[in-house]
């Protein structure tokens, strides 16, 4: 993988900073130096959470408008807040039922992550899902981590906390299954 530049944007409580975490943690553990930047504004209240990722050689931690080669929305709502960050074509993954309208030029993945977090038994797992579904969706391009790297990733953080890594790793492949079907 090259460098990497991605928006993860949700609200509070939905794991944006987990799932960064992961991310940057995946993008180490390959050798690649990684900044992040987050904000929270009013996230205790349900208010957006925006997460910055850039993973490769960049001089800066905070993604520049029509730099961003990805967007992971963990609503549709977030969409049209940050769809100002990404570059000509690039890509976004939303939890939503339908496509966000608006998004012309760009690749727009749709997973309805929060009726499969129920049906899994854990409604916050939603976070895992869309990473799962982003990375079987780029991954054989080289444009996005492979599976196998973020799973490496999970099973070393929660490699003492079996139960909360067994539910992870249920719901990145879940969000994996739905990308390949």
Same mark, same amino acid.
């Given at each position: 993988?090259?460098?990497?530049?991605?928006?993860?944007?949700?609200?509070?409580?939905?794991?944006?900073? !987990?799932?960064?975490?992961?991310?940057?943690?995946?993008?180490?553990?390959?050798?690649?130096?990684?900044? @992040?930047?987050? @904000?929270?504004?009013?996230?205790?209240?349900? +208010?957006?959470?925006? *997460?910055?990722?850039?993973?490769?050689? !960049?001089?800066?931690?905070?993604? =520049?408008?029509? /730099?961003?080669? %990805?967007?992971?929305?963990?609503?549709?709502?977030?969409?049209?807040?940050? =769809?100002? !960050?990404?570059?000509?074509?690039?890509?976004?993954?939303?939890?939503?039922?339908?496509?966000?309208? %608006? $998004?012309?030029? &760009?690749?727009? &993945?749709v997973?309805d992550?929060?009726?499969?977090?129920?049906?899994?038994?854990?409604?916050?797992?939603?976070?895992?899902? $869309?990473? %799962?579904?982003?990375?079987? /969706?780029?991954?054989?391009? +080289?444009d996005?981590? *492979?599976?196998?790297?973020?799973? %490496?990733?999970?099973? =070393?953080?929660?490699?003492?906390?079996?139960? $909360? =890594?067994?539910? *992870?790793?249920a719901?990145?492949?879940?969000?994996?299954?739905?990308?390949?079907?």
């Amino acid at each position: 993988m090259t460098g990497q530049q991605l928006i993860i944007s949700g609200v509070g409580g939905q794991g944006i900073l !987990f799932l960064t975490r992961i991310l940057a943690e995946t993008a180490i553990s390959l050798g690649m130096p990684v900044m @992040t930047s987050e @904000t929270h504004g009013m996230a205790q209240r349900g +208010g957006v959470v925006i *997460s910055h990722l850039k993973a490769g050689e !960049f001089s800066s931690p905070l993604v =520049r408008p029509g /730099r961003a080669d %990805g967007l992971i929305a963990m609503k549709a709502e977030n969409v049209a807040i940050h =769809r100002h !960050f990404l570059r000509p074509g690039g890509w976004v993954v939303v939890n939503a039922k339908a496509a966000p309208a %608006g $998004l012309d030029g &760009h690749p727009v &993945h749709v997973i309805d992550a929060d009726t499969l977090a129920l049906e899994l038994g854990n409604p916050q797992s939603l976070n895992l899902i $869309l990473i %799962g579904y982003a990375v079987a /969706r780029f991954a054989a391009s +080289g444009d996005f981590f *492979s599976p196998d790297q973020v799973i %490496g990733t999970i099973e =070393r953080r929660l490699v003492e906390k079996g139960k $909360l =890594r067994d539910a *992870s790793l249920a719901a990145l492949r879940l969000g994996m299954e739905n990308a390949a079907g």
